[in-house]
């Protein structure tokens, strides 16, 4: 393979990775946009429903209704659905913010470094980083840190006192654990919805 074939094929990947990436975010988007708002239709079927199942009661004479238990785990998951498709928005605008200023930080950072990546290394103008590892990370501190308004952006400062690429490995992996909250809380959110669907399928077939 000559120099040439390797730049067009690499040129291929990298467009084909461009591509690809545009349609699994658009389509995610899409995904946890449909179950929640179907989720929340189901819901508000549900409660105008309610007429149709026993009154609750908590006294010891009461007798058990597996029709209300249905009808209130049915309900439960779905609202939990719900909870889990508006926690994965807000995951997925959290980890777009970040993915945005990093791409602009990697601008400034090579506007800055221009002379030197011109006339010296071209390199040392580049944020180079590594795949960060987030096995042992935890997701839910880093969410509702981002949730609270406590994202630590790169300043002017950072520039100043050279602490950009810490605060951007940082940020990288902040970014990454919220991208694979948002995959887990979809999970959640889909297989809750069905699960109350079918729960309160049960009770139709009373």
Request: aromatic share 14%.
């Amino acid at each position: 393979m000559t120099d040439a074939e390797f730049k067009d094929k690499l040129q291929e990947y990298i467009n084909r990775n461009n591509f690809w990436t545009d349609k699994t975010i658009n389509q995610l988007g899409y995904s946890i946009n449909l179950f929640t708002t179907i989720g929340i239709a189901f819901l508000g079927y549900i409660i105008t429903d309610r007429d149709k199942f026993p009154n609750m009661s908590f006294s010891c004479d009461s007798e058990f209704s597996y029709i209300l238990t249905l009808f209130i785990v049915g309900t439960i998951s779905t609202i939990m659905s719900v909870g889990f498709g508006f926690k994965a928005i807000l995951s997925r605008l959290f980890d777009l913010r970040i993915t945005r200023h990093l791409a602009l930080t990697r601008k400034r950072f090579l506007t800055r470094n221009k002379k030197i990546a011109l006339n010296e290394n071209r390199t040392e103008g580049l944020i180079t980083s590594k795949i960060p590892n987030i096995t042992n990370e935890q997701n839910c501190p880093i969410f509702w840190k981002h949730f609270r308004g406590k994202t630590e952006f790169i300043t002017e400062n950072d520039f100043t006192e050279s602490s950009v690429i810490d605060k951007f490995e940082k940020l990288r992996k902040e970014s990454k654990i919220l991208g694979n909250m948002t995959w887990k809380c979809h999970r959640f959110q889909i297989g809750l919805f069905f699960l109350g669907i079918i729960i309160y399928g049960l009770t139709i077939l009373r």
